[in-house]
């Protein structure tokens, strides 16, 4: 069981926008602004999308944009392209034994 | 340009021991933080490792601590991965990743698949 809460599916049209949440504790999610989300296709690496909370590494599109609001955070995809169709997770520091810990994944489906 | 590309990976017994190596190529690993991060076969993302730029700060997920031990080399440019006393549910594609914040990895590796198995 994951210690971050993430939805394990949503879809949307492209052109649409979604939003996956991803929900922790004030230990995690809530404590710190230390939150990334990061993309994954399928027999890939991850890839970077947002870090601290709501930070665009460059070469990522605008349409993703990152928040939080106490113990979740969001991720949200505007203007949704097939491309956009992978696995998104989200991570957060922890005030834990284990500093960093992961949500379970949410597969973005577009339909 | 950014790479990082591990290898070691392989199939080992319960209980024995393999050693994870990334070698970094376009920027000085010495200068980041860096993290080891696997997953399982059809699983999601967990994290292992972590080693400060300074090398001062080291630490590990519950799950591993006492059986990984992460490290480095500036001179080979290059990141370890010690695994012993390896288990079943090590089994899993190991990334390693340059952070930019403790949970922010900016560049991955490709990975290095272990399966433990008898």
Sequence with gaps: QSALTQPASVSGSPGQSITISCTGTTSDVGGYNYVSWYQQHPGKAPKLMIYDVSNRPSGVSNRFSGSKSGNTASLTISGLQAEDEAAYYCSSYSFSSTPVVFGGGTKLTVL | ?118
């Excluded at chain 2, 972590?50 to 440019?77: C, E, L």
């Design chain 2, 1 to 118: 340009e950014v790479q990082l590309v591990e290898s070691g990976g392989g199939l080992v017994q319960p209980g024995g021991s393999l050693r994870l190596s990334c070698v970094a190529s376009g920027f000085t690993l010495s200068s980041y933080s860096m993290n080891w991060v696997r997953q399982a076969p059809g699983k999601g993302l967990e994290w292992v490792s972590y080693i400060s730029s300074a090398g001062s700060s080291i630490y590990y997920a519950d799950s591993v601590k006492g059986r990984f031990t992460i490290s480095r080399d500036k001179f080979r440019n290059s990141l370890y991965l010690q695994m012993d006393s390896l288990r079943d549910e090590d089994t899993a594609v190991y990334y390693c990743a340059r952070a930019v914040t403790m949970v922010g990895n900016d560049y991955w590796g490709q990975g290095a698949l272990v399966t433990v198995s008898s």
